[in-house]
């Protein structure tokens, strides 16, 4: 059983350019979440998502960021006009469809997005 | 809004030693408490889950307390092993169990 999937895992960027992040789920997860890992600071929450749905994007940059988790394909994180101040590592979470509070979120080996 | 704090930040102890790993948290409507494990340029592993209305897990030679009452918990790794070098994260989920609020991590490091 394949865990959580990230794509690509390590990324560089001119600023000004687009950045896309992919994330696969584990399988029979439809729950996805994404966080940030500034260096020397902890990982940050961003945003939740359902499939086709936002739940919770009270993490998320005003501007300049968006998330999707399109009914198929994998979760997309998407930064527009990327500045030195988006480097950094970006994770991937998943959970099963029902939570309850055993149940933990599986995380993926993260994308390490470097702006030049 | 949810704080987590942990300490050390960094900590160096001989191979064998049994150790003790803090974290507090602001705000004790929490969903669960869980303790994760980051090798460097990796992704995170989960150790232990603690439901809120439990207080501790055990694995192996793993063991988390949580009080909520006090708004902390504890690591208690025995017998320690170079392998088990990495950082620990503690994270406090939400009431709603939808995000997770983590500390900034104790670097450990174990040697032989």
């Known amino acids: 059983n394949a865990g959580v999937m990230q794509n690509p895992r390590h990324l560089v960027r001119r600023r000004g350019q687009e950045a896309r992040l992919r994330c696969s789920p584990m399988?029979?997860?439809?729950?996805v979440y994404w966080y940030r890992q500034l260096p020397e600071e902890g990982l940050k929450f961003m945003v939740y998502l359902q499939k086709e749905n936002i739940i919770d994007e009270s993490g998320m940059p005003k501007e300049r960021f968006s998330a999707e988790f399109p009914k198929e394909g994998p979760s997309i994180l998407r930064i527009q006009q990327v500045v030195r101040g988006d480097s950094a590592a970006y994770f991937c979470?998943?959970?099963?469809?029902?939570?309850?509070?055993?149940?933990?979120?599986?995380f993926g080996p993260g994308t390490r997005l470097t702006v030049l | 809004k949810q704080e987590v704090t942990q300490i050390p930040a960094a900590l160096s102890v001989p191979e064998g030693e049994n150790l003790v790993l803090n974290c507090s948290f602001t705000d004790s409507a929490i969903y669960n408490l869980q303790w994760f494990r980051q090798d460097p340029g990796k992704g995170l592993t989960s150790l232990l889950l603690?439901?809120?209305?439990?207080r501790e897990q055990t694995s192996g030679r793993l063991n988390a307390s949580l009080d909520k009452s006090s708004g902390r918990s504890t690591l208690y790794i025995a017998a320690s092993q170079p392998g088990d070098s990495a950082t620990y994260l503690c994270?406090?989920?939400?009431?709603?169990?939808?995000?997770?609020?983590f500390g900034k991590g104790t670097t450990l490091s174990v040697s032989s």
């Open positions: 603690i439901q809120s209305s439990q």
């Open positions: 994270a406090a989920s939400n009431q709603a169990g939808t995000a997770l609020i």
């Open positions: 979470a998943s959970s099963p469809p029902i939570l309850s509070s055993a149940d933990t979120q599986y």
């Open positions: 399988k029979g997860h439809s729950h």
